[in-house]
């Protein structure tokens, strides 16, 4: 790829300045058209799968599925599921597009995190009755994070998931969270596949699935921990993964504390 380029003028007047300022507008323009494209390959690629699935299954009964009540039975629920799969793909590549207007919409939002973590907490323990989940609180119940709710909510279920999907063997998720002076430190470890040292640098990257078909088979399109990461990256937030094959990992979070408010004036309180 080549970039456009205003020739540099040498003296250092208005006009070079003028023009650097506008090749540096061209190079951002740029880098934003590239991944614009590389999102669009991306995605013709990841629709391709479902598409051709459910194209299969769609001349199998077109072909027999009058006369075969079992082609009709199996081909119609495989289609429906793979509609379903499908619009989930859909709703993610959404979410993840729409991560670029947070700042200016949610940058204002803050959200108790205690509670949030409690309330997942239960509900995991409730949805995989199979797994043992032990949530260990270091923080005040008042503890406030910079983030909308529904955000850190659906990162915290990203990762959730993850951890029961790819633990097969020991069905044991640890949650934790606790604070220092600036961030809530929340941390995910399950004690499942693990993530090979080569993958891991990748694995936030959309569409990246260290098993193609594995992650596939447990309805997974690669794009939730990509989704994950810009998520947290918008409230100024990190996240980062420890892992071992065969011993597990830790997916670590850190959502900056809430800007303490100045105390609001009381409206009883009028002084005029
Ligand atoms: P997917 O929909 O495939 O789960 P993600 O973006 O959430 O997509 O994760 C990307 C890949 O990272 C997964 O396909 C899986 O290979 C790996 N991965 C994520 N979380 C874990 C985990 N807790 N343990 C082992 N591997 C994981």
Avoid: C
Wanted: hydrophobic fraction near 35%; charged fraction near 30%; glycine fraction near 4%.
């Amino acid at each position: 790829n080549t970039t456009m380029r205003i020739p540099e003028l040498s003296s250092g007047d208005e006009l070079s300045e003028l023009t650097s300022e506008f090749n540096h507008m061209l190079d951002k323009t740029q880098r934003f058209v590239d991944a614009q494209s590389s999102f669009v390959t991306d995605v013709s690629h990841e629709l391709r799968t479902p598409v051709a699935v459910l194209e299969g299954h769609l001349q199998l009964l077109n072909r027999w599925g009058k006369d075969d009540p079992e082609v009709l039975d199996e081909s119609l629920k495989a289609s429906l599921q793979e509609l379903q799969r499908m619009k989930y793909l859909i709703q993610e590549m959404l979410d993840l597009s729409k991560a670029d207007q947070i700042e200016e919409l949610y940058a204002h939002e803050t959200t108790e995190v205690s509670g949030l973590l409690k309330e997942i907490y239960n509900n995991f323990k409730m949805i995989h009755p199979d797994f043992s989940i032990v949530l260990d609180l270091d923080l005040e119940d008042e503890t406030y994070v910079q983030i909308y709710r529904n955000h850190l909510e659906q990162v915290l279920i990203i990762l959730m998931d993850n951890a029961v999907k790819y633990s097969e063997k020991r069905k044991e998720i640890h949650m934790s969270a606790s604070k220092d002076s600036r961030f809530v430190n929340i941390a995910i470890q399950d004690f499942g596949a693990g993530i090979p040292e080569a993958d891991r640098k990748n694995i936030f990257d959309r569409f990246y699935r260290v098993d193609k078909a594995r992650s596939r088979d447990k309805g997974g399109n690669g794009l939730g921990l990509s989704i994950a990461k810009k998520l947290i990256e918008s409230y100024h937030g990190e996240i980062t993964v420890e892992s071992s094959v065969g011993s597990g990992s830790i997916f670590r979070i850190d959502v900056p504390l809430a800007i303490q408010k100045e105390e609001a004036p009381d409206p009883d309180d009028d002084n005029d």
